[in-house]
Protein backbone atom coordinates (compact mmCIF):
# COMPACT_ATOMS: atom_id res chain seq x y z
CA UNK A 1 0.00 0.00 0.00
CA UNK A 2 1.29 3.70 -0.78
CA UNK A 3 2.21 5.72 2.23
CA UNK A 4 -1.21 8.26 2.27
CA UNK A 5 -3.21 5.07 2.86
CA UNK A 6 -5.49 3.87 5.46
CA UNK A 7 -3.21 3.07 8.73
CA UNK A 8 -3.49 -0.08 10.39
CA UNK A 9 -5.06 -0.49 13.88
CA UNK A 10 -2.11 0.02 16.06
CA UNK A 11 -1.55 3.35 13.83
CA UNK A 12 1.45 2.20 11.96
CA UNK A 13 1.14 2.37 8.24
CA UNK A 14 1.33 -1.04 6.27
CA UNK A 15 4.03 -2.78 4.50
CA UNK A 16 4.19 -3.28 0.83
CA UNK A 17 5.68 -5.88 -0.86
CA UNK A 18 8.82 -4.88 -1.46
CA UNK A 19 9.33 -5.29 2.90
CA UNK A 20 7.64 -8.64 2.53
CA UNK A 21 10.80 -9.73 -0.38
CA UNK A 22 13.19 -8.13 2.40
CA UNK A 23 12.32 -10.09 4.85
CA UNK A 24 11.56 -13.10 2.84
CA UNK A 25 15.29 -12.77 1.58
CA UNK A 26 16.69 -12.06 5.83
CA UNK A 27 15.31 -15.24 6.32
CA UNK A 28 16.61 -17.07 3.18
CA UNK A 29 13.95 -18.27 1.67
CA UNK A 30 14.12 -18.21 -2.54
CA UNK A 31 11.02 -16.65 -4.02
CA UNK A 32 10.08 -15.63 -7.59
CA UNK A 33 7.81 -12.89 -8.08
CA UNK A 34 5.41 -12.72 -11.49
CA UNK A 35 3.73 -9.39 -12.63
CA UNK A 36 0.30 -9.18 -13.84
CA UNK A 37 -2.98 -7.31 -14.24
CA UNK A 38 -4.40 -6.94 -11.15
CA UNK A 39 -6.79 -9.79 -10.45
CA UNK A 40 -9.90 -9.88 -7.76
CA UNK A 41 -10.90 -12.89 -7.66
CA UNK A 42 -9.92 -16.94 -8.05
CA UNK A 43 -11.74 -16.85 -11.52
CA UNK A 44 -9.51 -13.52 -12.71
CA UNK A 45 -6.38 -15.48 -11.55
CA UNK A 46 -7.41 -18.99 -12.87
CA UNK A 47 -6.55 -17.02 -16.84
CA UNK A 48 -3.01 -16.29 -15.49
CA UNK A 49 -2.20 -20.14 -14.28
CA UNK A 50 -0.64 -20.82 -18.17
CA UNK A 51 2.60 -19.15 -17.34
CA UNK A 52 2.72 -19.37 -12.99
CA UNK A 53 3.35 -23.47 -12.07
CA UNK A 54 2.72 -24.71 -8.91
CA UNK A 55 -0.46 -24.85 -6.42
CA UNK A 56 -2.80 -21.80 -6.42
CA UNK A 57 -4.71 -20.89 -2.97
CA UNK A 58 -7.83 -19.02 -2.76
CA UNK A 59 -7.43 -16.84 0.88
CA UNK A 60 -10.29 -15.95 3.26
CA UNK A 61 -10.30 -12.81 5.83
CA UNK A 62 -13.09 -14.38 8.32
CA UNK A 63 -14.28 -13.45 12.02
CA UNK A 64 -16.35 -14.85 14.63
CA UNK A 65 -18.87 -12.82 17.12
CA UNK A 66 -16.28 -12.64 19.67
CA UNK A 67 -13.48 -10.59 17.17
CA UNK A 68 -11.46 -13.47 16.97
CA UNK A 69 -9.95 -12.84 13.57
CA UNK A 70 -8.57 -15.98 11.01
CA UNK A 71 -6.34 -16.07 7.44
CA UNK A 72 -7.46 -19.16 5.75
CA UNK A 73 -5.23 -20.44 2.92
CA UNK A 74 -6.98 -23.32 0.55
CA UNK A 75 -6.55 -24.70 -3.05
CA UNK A 76 -8.18 -22.36 -5.14
CA UNK A 77 -11.00 -24.83 -6.55
CA UNK A 78 -11.65 -25.37 -2.54
CA UNK A 79 -15.39 -24.75 -1.85
CA UNK A 80 -15.65 -23.75 1.80
CA UNK A 81 -18.35 -24.53 4.15
CA UNK A 82 -18.41 -22.03 6.43
CA UNK A 83 -19.98 -23.61 9.15
CA UNK A 84 -17.94 -26.45 8.92
CA UNK A 85 -14.65 -23.89 8.82
CA UNK A 86 -16.64 -22.69 11.90
CA UNK A 87 -16.07 -25.94 13.77
CA UNK A 88 -12.50 -26.71 12.48
CA UNK A 89 -11.62 -23.42 13.86
CA UNK A 90 -13.31 -23.53 16.92
CA UNK A 91 -16.05 -21.31 16.51
CA UNK A 92 -19.57 -21.28 16.18
CA UNK A 93 -20.09 -18.97 13.22
CA UNK A 94 -17.75 -17.03 10.88
CA UNK A 95 -18.37 -13.54 8.53
CA UNK A 96 -16.41 -12.34 5.96
CA UNK A 97 -15.01 -8.95 7.40
CA UNK A 98 -15.13 -5.60 5.96
CA UNK A 99 -12.57 -4.00 3.37
CA UNK A 100 -11.68 -1.73 6.53
CA UNK A 101 -10.62 -4.65 9.00
CA UNK A 102 -8.98 -6.04 6.17
CA UNK A 103 -6.89 -2.55 5.67
CA UNK A 104 -6.66 -2.45 9.42
CA UNK A 105 -5.50 -5.95 10.79
CA UNK A 106 -3.41 -6.57 7.33
CA UNK A 107 -2.90 -3.52 5.14
CA UNK A 108 -3.87 -4.54 2.49
CA UNK A 109 -7.44 -4.48 0.04
CA UNK A 110 -9.75 -7.12 -1.42
CA UNK A 111 -8.23 -9.19 -3.74
CA UNK A 112 -4.65 -9.00 -1.96
CA UNK A 113 -5.25 -11.65 0.73
CA UNK A 114 -2.59 -13.86 1.37
CA UNK A 115 -0.84 -15.07 4.31
CA UNK A 116 1.76 -13.08 3.53
CA UNK A 117 -0.26 -10.43 4.78
CA UNK A 118 0.75 -11.22 8.01
CA UNK A 119 3.32 -9.02 7.80
CA UNK A 120 1.25 -6.60 8.77
CA UNK A 121 -0.23 -8.04 12.17
CA UNK A 122 1.69 -6.10 14.19
CA UNK A 123 -0.52 -7.35 17.33
CA UNK A 124 -0.22 -10.95 16.69
CA UNK A 125 -4.64 -10.97 16.33
CA UNK A 126 -5.07 -12.88 13.43
CA UNK A 127 -4.89 -16.67 13.61
CA UNK A 128 -4.04 -18.15 10.18
CA UNK A 129 -5.55 -22.01 9.19
CA UNK A 130 -3.43 -23.91 5.65
CA UNK A 131 -5.30 -26.62 3.88
CA UNK A 132 -2.89 -29.57 3.84
CA UNK A 133 -3.87 -29.97 0.29
CA UNK A 134 -2.45 -27.18 -0.53
CA UNK A 135 0.34 -27.31 1.64
CA UNK A 136 1.25 -30.60 -0.41
CA UNK A 137 2.19 -28.63 -3.63
CA UNK A 138 5.30 -26.94 -5.01
CA UNK A 139 5.79 -24.23 -5.35
CA UNK A 140 2.93 -22.45 -3.56
CA UNK A 141 1.73 -19.32 -5.13
CA UNK A 142 0.40 -16.20 -2.94
CA UNK A 143 -0.19 -12.38 -3.44
CA UNK A 144 2.88 -10.40 -2.20
CA UNK A 145 0.42 -7.64 -0.25
CA UNK A 146 -0.20 -6.58 -4.29
CA UNK A 147 -2.91 -7.87 -6.61
CA UNK A 148 -1.16 -7.41 -9.58
CA UNK A 149 1.82 -9.67 -8.72
CA UNK A 150 1.78 -12.83 -7.57
CA UNK A 151 5.15 -14.70 -5.58
CA UNK A 152 6.10 -18.44 -5.64
CA UNK A 153 7.80 -20.02 -1.88
CA UNK A 154 8.12 -23.24 -1.53
CA UNK A 155 5.85 -24.82 1.32
CA UNK A 156 8.50 -25.17 4.20
CA UNK A 157 9.65 -21.43 3.40
CA UNK A 158 6.20 -20.24 3.57
CA UNK A 159 5.96 -22.61 6.97
CA UNK A 160 9.76 -20.73 7.92
CA UNK A 161 8.12 -17.32 6.97
CA UNK A 162 4.63 -17.70 9.29
CA UNK A 163 6.66 -18.71 12.10
CA UNK A 164 9.04 -16.16 11.84
CA UNK A 165 6.22 -13.50 12.11
CA UNK A 166 4.91 -15.63 15.19
CA UNK A 167 1.81 -16.94 13.51
CA UNK A 168 2.02 -20.80 13.28
CA UNK A 169 -0.65 -21.86 10.83
CA UNK A 170 -3.27 -24.73 11.84
CA UNK A 171 -3.30 -26.89 9.22
CA UNK A 172 -6.63 -27.93 8.05
CA UNK A 173 -8.24 -31.21 7.04
CA UNK A 174 -11.34 -30.15 4.56
CA UNK A 175 -13.10 -33.36 4.33
CA UNK A 176 -13.08 -34.90 0.46
CA UNK A 177 -16.94 -33.65 -0.62
CA UNK A 178 -20.14 -32.09 0.83
CA UNK A 179 -22.41 -29.21 0.98
CA UNK A 180 -21.11 -25.84 -0.60
CA UNK A 181 -22.34 -23.07 1.85
CA UNK A 182 -20.91 -19.20 2.13
CA UNK A 183 -18.40 -19.62 -0.69
Given at each position: ?14 R ?98 S ?35 T ?23 F ?9
Open positions: MKDNGPLLIDGGRPGAGDLFARLDELGIAHNTFDHVPVFTVEEARRLRGRIDGAHSKNLFVRDKKERHWLVSCLSERKVDLKWLALELGTKRLTFCTPRRLAGFLGIRAGAVPFAILNDTRGVVRVAIDAELLAGEPLNFHPLDNSKTSVSREGLLRFLEAEGHPPKILRPAAGPVAGT
